[in-house]
């Protein structure tokens, strides 16, 4: 009876216990069931996945609830939770309820529309700042795209997702990154400088590579844009200036664009060149009109203007012409200066025909000098003429050409009015052609006084020898007047009677 008694009250017990277990559990799964009807479906068995805290949550934390909410609906139903005790049923609920209370939609939502309506709000200034203004127009159309996504969004955000919002504010910031992830950009800005010489453009190339602060790297750009226009001003002074060629400015550019700025005077230096260049081919093509530049002055000027920087073959060609201009006016000065009677007057008379033969045909790169072309061709053709005629009236009057003297004479006067006029006037009032052409080659002695007479006035020194030349080694007809006879035989009696005189002295010396 013992025996039986225990077992019994050992049974009792075994029982008992199993039934507050299964009250517990029951407990449990009542509490799960009315978590999940009352919390999660609101009590109204609507879909927790359809609202907004669930919707505009993070992927992970929808993950989580997703999971642990399909175990906890899983439980609840009698057949598939079968075998769950009171602690895996437990753990269940507080899963849950843990990830359903996680779920941060709406906070989110609010948050990212927060963050979307301060990027809108910052693209005013933005788009107005250096990273934005120097981008190149895909990433400024890029930004520009995502702000206005972003107003619409914000203009609409009950219907907006907080994923759409985010993928939006992504879309912004991302677009700013590629704006200020610039290197390559300042790269390529830099590149298209026109006016920085490819050393330049490298060392402000390495610069912007070897700086990590995106906007320090501006402070490069800003540096080589104010060279680049340093160096645009230059280039706008050689185009102000109104006497270099457009080879002559192409050149100076060239210099400009390659000139090392690294010295605190090189745009001063380089300013002061370019003006003394352009007044050195002013005073290089004025020479044209007046030829009034000497060979070393010619030189002197070319040389110059290469050292400046222009190396113009027009300049060498219009050089080369007037310097035989000056070669022919100086042949023509030697000729003036020179007598017919001189022993190198045919030297000098050859060089000078010489002169005037050689010429220069020249054809010139640059139509902008043509003028001055023209203008020394005018000038070195009438310095032909001049010299030719000089030639011409001295052979005139060696020939005693009284009317080629007067037609070259005329012929000069085209060229030079008045020339040697006052010359001609006396030689026309002391009737010269006249006295030289009469008598076939005999002149009197009143002749060759009239003649020697005449003054040299205006003449050249050759002219005026080739007038006096007539009179060289020429004898007189002329009957001898009663004064010479009687002068001469007043020396022969002189004569005598001092002769006399001697020898009557040494014969009374001998008695």
Do not use: C
């Not at 809108?120 to 200034?125: A, D, E, L």
Request: overall charge negative.
């Amino acid at each position: 009876m013992t025996i039986r008694l225990i077992i019994y009250t050992q049974l009792i017990s075994k029982v008992n216990e199993i039934n507050e277990e299964a009250s517990k559990l029951n407990d449990q799964m009542a509490t799960l069931n009315n978590y999940i009807s009352n919390v999660i479906k609101s009590g109204n068995n609507s879909d927790p996945k359809q609202l907004s805290n669930y919707i505009n949550a993070s992927d992970n934390l929808k993950n989580n609830f997703d999971a642990s909410y399909e175990k906890a609906t899983n439980l609840v139903d009698k057949e598939a939770g079968k075998g769950l005790n009171l602690e895996q049923t437990k753990d269940i609920y507080l899963k849950v309820k843990k990830d359903f209370e996680a779920l941060n939609g709406d906070q989110r939502k609010t948050l990212l529309a927060d963050e979307l309506e301060k990027l809108v709000n910052q693209s005013n200034t933005f788009v107005k700042e250096i990273p934005y203004v120097v981008a190149p127009s895909d990433k400024q159309n890029s930004y520009d795209q995502a702000i206005n996504k972003g107003k619409e969004a914000l203009n609409d955000l009950e219907n907006k997702t907080a994923k759409e919002i985010e993928q939006i504010v992504d879309q912004i910031k991302k677009a700013i990154k590629n704006i200020l992830d610039n290197k390559e950009n300042l790269k390529d800005l830099i590149d298209n400088m026109p006016n920085l010489s490819d050393k330049e453009k490298q060392v402000f190339k390495d610069q912007i590579e070897s700086t990590n602060d995106p906007k320090k790297r501006y402070d490069v750009l800003d540096k080589a844009r104010q060279l680049n226009d340093k160096k645009q001003e230059l280039i706008d002074w050689i185009n102000s200036q109104p006497n270099l060629s457009s080879l002559d400015k192409e050149q100076l550019i060239n210099r400009v664009k390659n000139a090392d700025a690294s010295s605190e005077s090189w745009y001063r230096e380089l300013k002061i060149e370019i003006l003394e260049a352009n007044q050195l081919v002013k005073k290089l093509l004025d020479n044209s009109k007046d030829n009034a530049l000497s060979d070393q002055e010619i030189d002197e000027i070319i040389d110059r203007i290469k050292q400046i920087g222009i190396n113009n073959p027009d300049y060498d060609k219009i050089a080369n012409a007037y310097k035989q201009y000056n070669y022919l006016s100086n042949a023509l000065r030697e000729y003036r200066n020179s007598s017919v009677a001189a022993s190198d007057y045919s030297d000098v008379k050859a060089r000078l025909e010489k002169a005037i033969a050689t010429q220069i045909d020249f054809a010139l790169n640059s139509q902008e000098l043509e003028a001055i072309k023209q203008t020394h061709s005018t000038n070195k053709e009438q310095l032909n003429k001049v010299a030719q005629s000089e030639i011409d009236l001295v052979n005139a009057l060696l020939d005693k050409n009284k009317a080629r003297f007067e037609y070259v004479l005329e012929e000069l006067h085209q060229i030079l009015p008045n020339k040697y006029q006052q010359f001609n006037e006396g030689l026309i009032k002391n009737n010269y052609f006249d006295i030289i052409t009469k008598n076939g080659d005999k002149l009197t002695e009143k002749d060759i006084t009239t003649i020697k007479s005449i003054e040299k006035h205006d003449a050249s020194d050759v002219i005026y020898s080739a007038a006096l030349e007539v009179t060289k080694d020429k004898s007189s007809l002329s009957k001898p007047t009663w004064l010479w006879i009687l002068i001469v035989l007043s020396t022969t009696i002189v004569g005598l009677t001092i002769l006399l005189w001697f020898i009557a002295k040494k014969r009374k010396k001998e008695e």
